[in-house]
């Protein structure tokens, strides 16, 4: 199983920026996808998530800014990023709670993080 995330890049303070993830290999079932972020020197927080059949979760710091997106027929979930801070400086990274074809066990994926720069 293989995160694959796209988006991200340079983008002023108000601005907005896409990030799209899809997930693809030996998928049986996706239990959640979502988007966490590390900014410098700080450990790794949830952006949003979405599990499988509910509703989305963000964190506080995001809500009324960001938009998770899942497409469920194609294993894909996006975050959309509308106006966007200096604070929102960080690398953004996708992940996937995933089981994979004839396993029982739920593992935790990442993408490979991209890398989001919000100037002032």
């Known amino acids: 199983v293989q995160l694959q995330a796209s988006g991200g890049g340079l983008v002023q303070s108000g601005g907005s920026l896409r990030l799209s993830c899809a997930a693809s290999g030996n998928i049986f079932s996706i239990d959640a996808m979502g988007w966490y972020r590390q900014a410098p020197g700080k450990q790794r927080d949830l952006v949003a998530t979405i599990p499988t059949g509910r509703r989305a979760k963000y964190a506080d710091s995001v809500k009324g800014r960001f938009t998770i997106s899942r497409d469920y027929a194609k294993n894909t979930v996006d975050l959309q990023m509308n106006s966007l801070k200096p604070e929102d400086t960080a690398v953004y990274y996708c992940?996937?709670?995933?089981?994979?074809?004839?396993?029982?066990?739920?593992?935790?994926?990442w993408g490979r993080g991209t890398l989001v720069t919000v100037s002032s």
């Open positions: 992940n996937g709670n995933i089981s994979s074809t004839g396993s029982w066990n739920v593992e935790v994926y």
